[in-house]
């Protein structure tokens, strides 16, 4: 079965600026360190989780997107609904553009 693949959105509304940013790279990364999820090296743009695995773009420090995909579907969902409810994100399927409900 083919990974599952997601967009990662702050849920506030868009400004004159474009996409209101999920974060700043260095604190998307601090905060994901605390429910185990980070790099493997220190300056990675891939963190990883437990079943999950997140991409951050490169060479950019306002974050407004994160791509995310599912490696081991048995228990990425209660890691994915916990991280959507904490950091306030908005998850949308890639495929359908159907927006998750966390």
Not at 22 to 29: A, K
Not at 45 to 54: A, K, W
Not at 86 to 96: A, G, H
């Amino acid at each position: 079965m083919p990974s599952q693949q997601f967009v990662i959105l702050s849920k506030q509304p868009a400004s004159n600026n474009g996409m209101a940013p999920v974060g700043t790279r260095s604190q998307i990364i601090r905060d994901l360190s605390h429910h185990n999820t980070a790099p493997e090296r220190e300056g990675d743009d891939v963190l990883y989780g437990p079943g999950i695995r997140l991409e951050l773009p490169p060479g950019q420090d306002r974050i407004q997107q994160i791509l995310m995909t599912v490696t081991e579907e048995e228990i990425a969902w209660l890691v994915i609904m916990r991280l959507a409810k904490t950091f306030d994100w908005k998850i949308v399927d890639t495929e359908t553009g159907r927006e998750l409900n966390a």
